[in-house]
């Protein structure tokens, strides 16, 4: 008899536990939610509960919002998101600025 009632609570017990909602679960969202508070006050989908805010989608281009404030100050492409200001693109030949000042500066002009 103790056998039989062990085996009822039991089975009752799993399947109990295989009803909970898991992570992504209906009513749960993926991540925990340190990542998800992260995800909201950042913009970003480390959590994966946000897939509009990753990187490339419309309204969040490439590269964090630093690094994209980097390459419109510096004229560098580090984020991905200028593909215009990378080196060897129309106007922005390679090397650097200051790269280029120094060979100008420092090779004999040919005539």
């Keep these: 008899m103790t056998l039989l009632r062990n085996l009822a609570?039991?089975?009752?017990?799993?399947?109990?536990?295989?009803?909970?909602?898991?992570n992504g679960g209906s009513g749960?969202?993926?991540?925990?939610?340190?990542?998800?508070t992260l995800d909201?006050?950042?913009?970003?989908?480390?959590?994966?509960a946000y897939p509009a805010q990753s990187d490339g989608r419309p309204g969040n281009p490439p590269g964090t919002a630093a690094e994209r404030t980097l390459d419109r100050a510096a004229g560098t492409?580090?984020?991905?998101?200028?593909?215009?200001?990378?080196d060897g693109m129309p106007g922005n030949?390679?090397?650097?600025?200051?790269?280029?000042?120094?060979?100008?500066a420092t090779t004999p002009a040919t005539r």
């Design 9 to 22: 609570l039991s089975t009752l017990l799993l399947g109990t536990v295989a009803c909970t909602d898991m």
């Design 28 to 36: 749960n969202p993926p991540g925990t939610a340190a990542t998800r």
């Design 40 to 48: 909201r006050a950042a913009g970003t989908n480390t959590s994966g």
């Design 77 to 86: 492409n580090t984020s991905g998101a200028y593909p215009m200001q990378s």
């Design 93 to 104: 030949p390679p090397g650097t600025a200051a790269g280029r000042a120094i060979n100008r």
